[in-house]
């Protein structure tokens, strides 16, 4: 197989797309798409952002942010909440036309079109020589029931969730599964 360089990037694929949902000090909503992010324990999510988003200056001051997976549904509003500052457009969230309530467990906006979001609050922030590292710790996940199997467990399928492609700046829908965690790779240990 022939290989090309392209040097370094920050090429990985998929990379996810998540809402960080915080207050402005007016109590105003602010809503922030953003790639570089995720689990970093079991229940501790790490936000790699930069330091002078609204969103940064906001957590700071409430200690608390929401963490939410945007469906298919919301993707022209969700990325235009990735475009728009808050530091230059005060009211970036209600042009959107989407609707929050107050968490009943943090000081954060839960945006009520996201099917799935983790309410936290804040642990450290870590300024590194690579950048600015938000670790928050989960107090809760809220999962939009139409997205529930008929168990009452998460149905993926039905977050309708959406990927970004770093590399052509595309977004994309989550297909089929294609295999089963710890058990796909199973019959490899028998050899």
């Not at 001051?61 to 990325?79: N, Y």
């Amino acid at each position: 197989m022939a290989m090309k360089s392209f040097g370094v990037k920050p090429y990985l694929f998929p990379m996810p797309t998540y809402m960080i949902g915080t207050y402005n000090e007016d109590g105003s909503v602010d809503e922030m798409m953003m790639a570089w992010g995720g689990i970093c324990a079991e229940d501790m999510v790490a936000l790699n952002l930069e330091e002078d988003h609204k969103t940064v200056a906001n957590i700071k001051a409430r200690g608390a942010f929401t963490l939410a997976v945007p469906g298919l549904d919301t993707v022209k509003e969700s990325d235009y909440l990735g475009i728009a500052s808050a530091n230059k457009v005060a009211d970036k969230f209600a042009r959107t036309g989407l609707h929050a309530v107050k968490s009943d467990r943090v000081d954060a906006p839960v945006v009520q079109e996201y099917p799935l979001t983790l309410e936290c609050t804040l642990v450290d922030i870590q300024n590194q020589p690579y950048g600015l590292r938000i670790l928050g710790k989960i107090e809760n996940v809220l999962v939009d029931e139409r997205a529930l199997d008929a168990k009452g467990k998460i149905d993926s399928k039905k977050l309708n969730a959406f990927v970004f492609d770093q590399m052509g700046f595309g977004y994309y829908a989550i297909g089929e599964q294609v295999g089963t965690a710890w058990k796909s790779g199973v019959p490899l240990m028998k050899q």
